[in-house]
T-cell receptor, first 115, second 112 residues
Framework: DADVTQTPRNRITKTGKRIMLECSQT?????MYWYRQDPGLGLRLIYY???????NKGEISDGYSVSRQAQAKFSLSLESAIPNQTALYFC??????????????FGPGTRLTVL | QKEVEQNSGPLSVPEGAIASLNCTYS??????FFWYRQYSGKSPELIMS????GDKEDGRFTAQLNKASQYVSLLIRDSQPSDSATYLC????????????FGKGTKLSVIP
């Protein structure tokens, strides 16, 4: 079984709809992240969480919200989807080992299309 | 604003040649450096990490780090068509940042 899973893998929705993307991990990592990837813009951080009680905004958090339901689960919500949120969304996890290592492991991604 | 710069490519090399991928970063206090490989439509996959100046080798891959020049590179020896992908450079500053900053990636094409 994959260490980091994302559901759904593909989603087509309409403008104004509320959408939730879910991420689960079995790696036992405390840190979880949500990124979006757009052609030519690379990976951009939306939100990150270092534990269940810790949620932080990333570079592009406007229009998104998150929930850390448990150590293993981190959900991303689009309260009212708009077409420019069409992108590939990745969840990632990491476990801090020492002070200079923070390798992130990525889920398979969710392709979201907002019409 | 922390920046990580990569040539977008495409970089084309013949099969069996050495592919050289380069990355520069703006934050002088950056501590950890990563190379990820990403096939089209797939998730990034970690290839190498490097934390100290110098070279680090793993099979056909060698990462090189020069903190004074704020430069990190990835060499792929004996390039194979299966190496054709986009390579992402990522930099972790630590020191309160706690975020990984990614470059936009270099697309590598290995020609059989």
């Amino acid at each position: 079984d994959a260490d980091v899973t994302q559901t759904p893998r593909n989603r087509i929705t309409k403008t104004g709809k509320r959408i939730m993307l879910e991420c689960s991990q079995t790696k036992g990592h405390d840190r979880m992240y949500w990124y979006r990837q757009d052609p030519g813009l690379g990976l951009r951080l939306i939100y990150y969480s270092f534990d269940v009680k810790d949620i932080n905004k990333g570079e592009i958090s406007d229009g998104y919200s998150v929930s850390r339901q448990a150590q293993a689960k981190f959900s991303l919500s689009l309260e009212s989807a708009i077409p420019n949120q069409t992108a590939l969304y990745f969840c990632a996890t990491s476990d801090l080992i020492g002070t200079s290592t923070d390798t992130q492991y990525f889920g398979p991604g969710t392709r979201l299309t907002v019409l | 604003q922390k920046e990580v710069e990569q040539n977008s490519g495409p970089l084309s090399v013949p099969e069996g040649a050495i592919a050289s991928l380069n990355c520069t970063y703006s934050d002088r206090v950056s501590q950890s450096f990563f190379w990820y490989r990403q096939y089209s439509g797939k998730s990034p996959e970690l290839i190498m990490s490097i934390y100290s100046n110098g070279d680090k080798e793993d099979g056909r891959f060698t990462a090189q780090l020069n903190k004074a020049s704020q430069y990190v590179s990835l060499l792929i020896r004996d390039s194979q068509p299966s190496d054709s992908a986009t390579y992402l450079c990522a930099v972790y500053s630590g020191a309160g940042s706690y975020q990984l900053t990614f470059g936009k990636g270099t697309k590598l094409s290995v020609i059989p």
